[in-house]
Each structure stands twice: as structure tokens, then as C-alpha cells.
């Protein structure tokens, strides 16, 4: 009984984190999440999965994150009828994250398809929607951390804490094969440990196969005790005050914003930042932190941090849209707390639009940012960006302060692998841009690790694996590998029409633009010709 694994998500990236493995009695995956970033990666979205859904016996699902589990009410719908293995925290906040990702599934298309009618275009479906992902928690099964379970025929894991988010595991396999049990290792998303939020990340030793993750795999980051995170959270917020407007954070629905909410709390208490309205709009962040409030239990405070955030009387939950519009109407000093982190979805969009134009306004950006989502493009200084099709200046401060970010450093990661060894087989470096990987092998290597067994999966990807080895099988990908780490010809598109207006207004009279447009014209002309039915634009993904 041979063993497959195949990454069929966050290979070559950092988003739609989802591998198989297959036997001859059992097929299980562990996660199976959305991709976000460039349109061609998130297109992948709507495609159909590179293997039978109602095939797969069970999902291990690591933790809540959308790019983690945000196809798992595509994959009901296309068929599967097994188990969702979670630890309670994640089936908490699924509850709240899935129905919300079908909201936005809809309401993303309502409008994307009104544009489609005005653009002659076919109209197109959401991924999924807010019932089926209801549908989908009736498939959850919670697990408690390092008790085993049987999955499948001769499949059996146990959940490890991985200190990334409320509820987040590493997850254990031992599979059954014909040359005895292999054991298998997959990181999920690792926090860097040393917070007073979350416990440390765990693991067992001596695994067959390590899968880990690469997000920060290429950087380093300075080791910050609670009272250092606060202190430079706090002189932001400083700044932020002198501009004289106010602050707006894009922060991840779940865990970054309660976090933030914690030590904006702590901080305020403590006199070390001036007071101010807080405002929390967004729904799921909103539901998240009632989550938060149940289960947010932290043995190191020895307390629940998220208990009593309300209790300053300055903090404000925006539920209805309505609410959030009535923010438009203020000036000076405030906080708002908008998701998406990544600035690509949600109501922050709505907040850019309005305050990035304007100089004494700051945007803090407090996590990681994909290649090719507009906080990227921002963290990267870009003086223009465009926001659902509007160019607009960006004068705001746009700041970074990757002191919130929920996952470990290269340091951290070799640290968590090496508790790990000894590996018998390989190391897969996964959830990675093409520096956090390189950056992660390379660490890896000066560790000790054999580099011909640091293996870099592209999409697709299978191997066939024993205990010690691990041979890569040939097969088609959706796509190329460097298309899943750069940003695509939209992002170039967007970027080229920015540039474009700015060049036309900066031209001295009307007769020099006309020339720049009229060769701009013979140019495009010039091009290759493209069949009517192979040039039809690909349809949008709202995500």
C-alpha cells in the first residue's frame, strides 16, 4: 500500500495552503483553503480541484485562517461527505469565518456582475455561498490536542499546539503503508512564541517527513517581550496623533485585531497614548471576538486578556454597513480597526478610498502582506494605487509594524523543525514566496539538515513516500510556478493605467498628450492579433 502526498495549495506561495495524501484504502486532506493575491491565483479559486471531492475520506484542518480553510464549502459542494477534524477554537471561529466568506462570496459577485453586465461580459457564480457554508460546520468534528484519532482506514493524527491563532494545531500522521507505519508532520501556520496571548509552539520528534511552513521563512525579526511590543505600538500611535488625523489599521478579522484591541486597551489604561474612539468595523472581527471572550483563555497571563475590552466605554462595534458609513463624517483624532489585513476585501477598501488622499491621515499595516494585494503594493511606497477601478494619491504616512504578525521568524522555524528531527525522510518547505523559502532551506541547511532532502513543492506536486524517502512524480499543474509568487498582468495593468494618467496630466498641452496616446494607439495595433474566442477575458474572481 503505496502513500501519496501532493500539495495541491500554498506551494510556491502563501495562501490556499491544501495537501492530500492518498493510499489505496484512504484519500484525507489537511486544509483546504481559499488563494488570495493576484487574479490568477485567486481564479484558481473557481476552477474545479485537481481530484475527486467526494473521494476524500476526511480533512485535518489546521487551523480557522480563510487561506486554510476557506474551500471547504466548495469542497462539500463538489461532493464531500466526510469529517472535518478541528480543535474546538477553530470550529468556533469557522462558525463565524466560513458563513462570513460566503457573505462576501455573494456580495462581491452581485457587484462584479453588474459590471459584467455593463461590460457585456457573462455573468458569474460565487464560489460558494453564506448557506453553504453552514452547511458545511454540520461536518466538524473537534479533537483535543494530543489525544489520537482514526481519520480513515489505516489513518490515524494528533493535534499539536502550533501558537499561531485561538485554536491553531500542527498536525500528526501516521499512515499504515505496506513497509510498515509512516509518520508524517505538518506545522499548519507557526507562531513565533514569547507572547503573552498565545503558548509556544509544540511538537513531537523524530517524524518521518516534516511539512513546514515558509512565510517568514527569508527574515529575521527582533525577539520582543510583551512590554517592547506595547512601547512600539505605542509610539504609532503617538505619531499617528501629531498628524492630526486619524489612524486607520487593516487588520486580519481574527486574532490580529483582538490582539491589537488587548494592548490598545492595556496601553490606554496606562496613560502611554492619547485617548481615543476606537472603532472595530467589521462584522467578523466583531463575532471573532466574542470567540475571543469565550475561549481567549491565556496560561501565561494567567487571565483572559479579552474579557473586559468594552470596558473603557471608548471602544465601538460598526455591525450594520450603515455604521460604518457614518465615519465618513469625522475629522480628527481616532482608530479604526478595518479588515481585510491584507486590504483586498472588506470595508477597509472603503476607508482607503477616503483617507489615504488625505496628508494627516496614517495607515499602519501591523502583518504580513501577499505579493500582489493592494497592502503590499502600499507597504512597497506606491504614490498611486487603484481601488475598484478609481486611481487614487496616496499622502497618508503608511507605516509597518510587523510586531503583530502571528507567525515564526526563519530563527523560529529552524528552531521549531530542529526539536523536531531527528527527520528520517525530507523536509517540504510550503506557505512561502520564493525568499521566505530559499531563506528557509538555506537555514535549514546550516542547521544540520541534509540539503538534498529540503524539497520545494510546486502546485501539484506529488510524491510517492517510505519512511526515509520521498520521490517526486510527474503530473500537469493549473499553473506555472512563478505565477503563484509575482504579481500577474493585472496587477501590471493597473499599474501601466496609473502611470499613464499620471504622464498625460504632467505633459505641458493638450497636443503633446494627443501624440503620447496616438503612439500608445499604432503600438497596442501593432501587437499580435488574438482570436475572438481565445482573447475573451477571464472572469473576475470575487474574493
Known sequence: MSLELSFHGAAGCVTGFCARLTTARASVLVDCGMFQGPKTLKALNYGPFPFAAGEIDAVLLTHAHIDHSGLLPKLMRAGFRGPILATAGTRDLCAVMLPDAGDIQESEVRRLNRRNQQRGRDAVEPIYTARDARRTLERFRTVKLGRQVEV?????????????????????????????????????????GGRDFLPDPEGPSGVDHLIVESTYGGRSRPMLDPAARRRLLARELRDAHRAGGPLLIPAFAVERSQELLA????????????????????????????????????????????????????????????????????????????????????????????????????????GFQAQGTLGRILADGAKTVSIEGEPISVRARVRSLDIYSGHADREGLVRWASARGPVRGHVFLAHGEPDGLAGLREGLAKAGFDPARLAIPALDERFTLSRAAATPQPGPARILPAAASRPDWHNARARLLLDLNARLEALPDDAAREALLEGLSKAVARGPAVDAAQGAPAREAAV
Open 152 to 192: 480513515a482506514p489505516g489513518i490515524i493524527a494528533r493535534y499539536w499546539e502550533s501558537g499561531h491563532i485561538l485554536g491553531s494545531a500542527s498536525v500528526e500522521v501516521t499512515v499504515e503503508t505496506e513497509d510498515g507505519p509512516v509518520t508524517l508532520l505538518f506545522s499548519g501556520d507557526l507562531g513565533p
Open 263 to 366: 494592548d490598545l486597551q492595556i496601553l490606554t489604561r496606562e496613560g502611554e497614548i492619547p485617548e481615543a474612539d476606537i472603532f472595530l468595523d467589521s462584522p467578523l472581527a466583531i463575532e471573532a471576538t466574542e470567540v475571543f471572550q469565550r475561549r481567549g483563555w491565556s496560561p501565561v497571563m494567567e487571565a483572559n486578556p479579552f474579557v473586559d475590552l468594552r470596558s473603557s466605554g471608548r471602544l465601538k462595534f460598526l455591525k450594520a454597513p450603515s455604521e460604518s458609513d457614518r465615519l465618513e463624517r469625522l475629522r480628527g483624532w481616532h482608530v479604526i480597526l478595518a479588515a481585510s489585513g491584507m486590504c483586498d476585501a472588506g470595508r477597509v477598501r472603503k476607508h482607503l478610498k477616503r483617507l489615504l488622499w488625505r496628508r494627516e491621515a496614517t495607515v499602519l499595516l501591523p
